[in-house]
């Protein structure tokens, strides 16, 4: 994936990753809400060793209280300590409900024993840490006292008692929510990146060519308020489009290889993806470079040309095709210098008939001798008409819709051109320009 790629999914599927990460943070925050806070309370104790003051006995000692302090930290968390202290403190819990909640270390090469008690309540807490170290003294006072009356082996003594804790450790609440919002952003990622691979519908002048097997040799932009037959050629209120449909004539005559007539058939997989703009723009600019250009309407189930050129649309293609006029009488002139019109005519007939027939051949190749340029709107690919029409042709632009064409409807579109010997020229794509 290329920075370009990732820019696109980024501007095209915010709304994926936006509501993804809103969901996370309103995860973690409702989290938060029903978490039960836990409060810690520190306690810490000193073991010492009985000695006569020599060096030796001093030493000694202090590996003797070491050795015990490994002890004593799991006597501090034992069932039996845990029971003294809930008796103690009237606790409704059990041993080992608060064995849960106590922890005991020592530290390396020390005699200390830090205790630590996380409990919902921080008095709570601290009661339990101060009852369980002093409940742990005389225990431990009881067991390293041999004798009655005799001295102890070790004391234990508290170094630090337990106050009140004034803020909870649990859930840390800037931790919770920065990892939610990470978590929420990569996954909001992930997902738009999945949504991108499997959407259907092409938005990448890469997925044109891979689709149609040519290449993209022009993009409109056309405005979200203006019609999809729209005149913009010629038009100063939409200079972008109109400079874009000059391009796609340079870019279109640029592929030119051989002198001639050049007749181009504009199809689509569907209907309402920019066909009918891109014939009748693409006709305009042709005949303000000094061409003779011919646009003829070949959608006999949804003719839509005489009503982009603001021409009588009952006689044309289909009067001509069943013998009721002569081409010469279908032909109309437009407002649009060099430009001739050939509607699609009377619409109640049946196209395929017509259309496939070898009177449909010869008109299609008379046009091509009077005319520098035959332009012809198709039927949409998803109709049998469209591939008759194609046969006639030296060329097919196909036009595309970033977001709305298919990638399955423009595959077939192409497998039915090319199984008709529709030579395919290149694409051209439709965006949204607002």
């Known amino acids: 994936m290329t920075v370009h790629d990732f820019t696109r999914i980024l501007r095209t599927r915010w709304k994926i990753i936006c509501g993804i ?18 409060y810690v309370a520190y306690t810490r104790l000193f073991v010492s060793t009985t000695s006569d003051g020599t060096n030796t006995q001093t030493n ?5 209280a070491q050795r015990r302090v490994l002890s004593y930290t799991q006597l501090l968390q034992g069932g039996l300590l845990a029971q003294r202290t809930i008796d103690k403190l009237g606790l409704d819990m059990t041993s080992e409900q608060l064995q849960k909640e106590v922890t005991a270390v020592a530290p390396t090469d020390t005699v200390l024993i830090d205790v630590t008690v996380q409990d919902p309540s921080p008095t709570r ?14 225990m ?21 008692r337990a106050g009140v804790p004034e803020h909870p450790v649990s859930p840390k609440k800037a931790r919770i929510l920065a990892v939610a919002a990470v978590v929420g952003l990569l996954l909001g990622l992930l997902a738009a990146l999945i949504r991108d691979r499997l959407d259907p519908a092409i938005r990448r002048p890469e997925s044109v060519e891979d689709v149609t097997g040519v290449g993209v040799i022009g993009e409109i932009p056309l405005r979200g308020g203006r019609g999809a037959q729209s005149v913009v050629a010629v038009e100063q209120d939409d200079p972008t489009a109109a400079d874009a449909f000059r391009e796609l004539r340079t870019n279109l005559q640029s592929l030119e290889v051989a002198p001639g007539p050049r007749m181009l058939l504009v199809a689509s997989s569907v209907a309402g993806e920019g066909r009918t703009s891109v014939v009748v723009n693409l006709a305009v600019a042709l005949g303000e470079a000094g061409h003779s250009v011919v646009v003829v309407d070949a959608d006999l189930r949804q003719p839509t040309v005489a ?8 006689v044309g293609l289909s009067t001509v095709l069943t013998g009721a006029a002569e081409l010469s009488d279908a032909l109309q002139e437009t407002q649009y210098s060099g430009v001739t019109a050939l509607p699609a005519g009377d619409v109640t007939v049946n196209p395929t008939q017509i259309l496939g027939t070898q009177r449909a051949r010869t008109v299609f190749a008379e046009l091509g001798e009077r005319f520098d340029y035959v332009v012809v709107d198709s039927p949409p690919g998803t109709v049998k008409d469209a591939a008759m029409v194609g046969a006639y042709m030296e060329g097919v ?4 819709r970033y977001g709305s064409s298919s990638r399955k409807q423009l595959a077939a579109t192409v497998a039915a051109l090319t199984r008709a010997g529709a030579p395919l020229t290149g694409a051209v794509v439709m965006t949204h320009q607002k």
């Open 140 to 160: 431990a006072a009881a067991l390293e006292t041999p004798d009655l009356g005799a001295r102890p082996n070790a004391q234990v003594v508290v170094q630090q």
């Open 307 to 314: 009503a982009s050129l603001d021409i009588t649309g009952s």
């Open 21 to 38: 990460l809103v969901v996370a943070i309103a995860g973690a925050v409702a989290y938060l809400l029903l978490a039960t806070p836990q």
């Open 125 to 138: 807490a601290r009661d339990i840490a101060n009852t369980l170290c002093d409940e742990f003294v005389v």
């Open 60 to 64: 000694d000692g202090g590996l003797f």
């Open 397 to 400: 632009l196909l036009v595309v």
